[in-house]
């Protein structure tokens, strides 16, 4: 079955840096979506790509779909204690009024103040 | 509103117990899902409605019984579950836009 590639599994940073993370598939999907999930609730939606080469920002957050459809980034700039918690890729076909997300395995993000 | 809500938030049962986890959203969607997720790992797809049928089931046991009421409402009954069935249970919908409930927290004794 279809498979996300999500890397880095795990990040320890310090208050301020700059974060990057990333996904690839070996197929090709017609959405992008990223999540931030912390410990006991839902995945919230911070991102959604929708078009091949899209660059969108969402405040200190920027996201792009990658041209072959297969690959998409997400990053944070100058990071604060509050973005720690696990991000998650997950790519997306739309098939009539349903969609099936495939998932990345996660990126733990731990901030340092 | 653009909330999926989920109820009840925490719920503890015995395996010989028989309850029922309910989701709402008054997005228009009308593609509405259940996802199981465990401890550090991702959601894994159980049910998809699409306009209120039942879609896809992904091998699920038959100890999980979902339910469609309306295109607003979706329930997942619960009976003779197993320890191993402890884990977030989360409800989804999609149309434009693909949104998460809060999820509940089941622990099964």
């Known amino acids: 079955g279809q498979q996300l590639n999500q890397s880095p599994q795990s990040m320890f940073i310090q208050e301020g840096e700059d974060v990057s993370m990333n996904c690839t598939s070996s197929?090709?999907?017609?959405?992008w979506l990223w999540y931030k999930q912390d410990p006991g609730e839902g995945p919230v939606l911070l991102i959604a790509?929708?078009?091949?080469?899209e660059l969108t920002s969402n405040g200190r957050l920027t996201a792009q779909f990658g041209i072959t459809r297969k690959d998409s980034f997400l990053n944070i700039s100058a990071s604060i204690p509050s973005d720690v918690g696990i991000y998650f890729c997950?790519?997306?076909?739309?098939?009539?009024?349903?969609?099936?997300?495939?998932f990345g395995k996660g990126t733990k993000l731990s901030v340092k103040p | 509103d653009t909330e999926v809500t989920q109820t009840p938030k925490h719920l503890v049962m015995g395996m010989t117990n028989k309850k029922s986890l309910k989701c709402e959203q008054h997005?228009?969607?009308?593609?509405m899902y259940w996802y199981k997720q465990k401890a550090k790992k991702p959601p894994e797809l159980m049910f998809v409605?699409?306009?209120?049928?039942?879609?896809i089931n992904e091998s699920v046991p038959s100890r999980f019984s979902p339910e469609c009421p309306n295109s607003s409402l979706l329930n997942l009954h619960l009976h003779a579950l197993q320890p191993e069935d402890s884990a977030l249970y989360l409800c989804?919908?999609?149309?434009?836009?693909?949104?998460f409930g809060s999820g509940t927290r089941l622990t099964v004794v």
């Open positions: 989804a919908s999609s149309g434009i836009g693909y949104t």
């Open positions: 197929s090709i999907f017609n959405t």
């Open positions: 790509l929708y078009k091949a080469g």
């Open positions: 997950a790519g997306l076909n739309y098939g009539g009024s349903q969609g099936n997300l495939i």
């Open positions: 997005m228009g969607h009308r593609a």
């Open positions: 409605y699409s306009y209120e049928k039942l879609s």
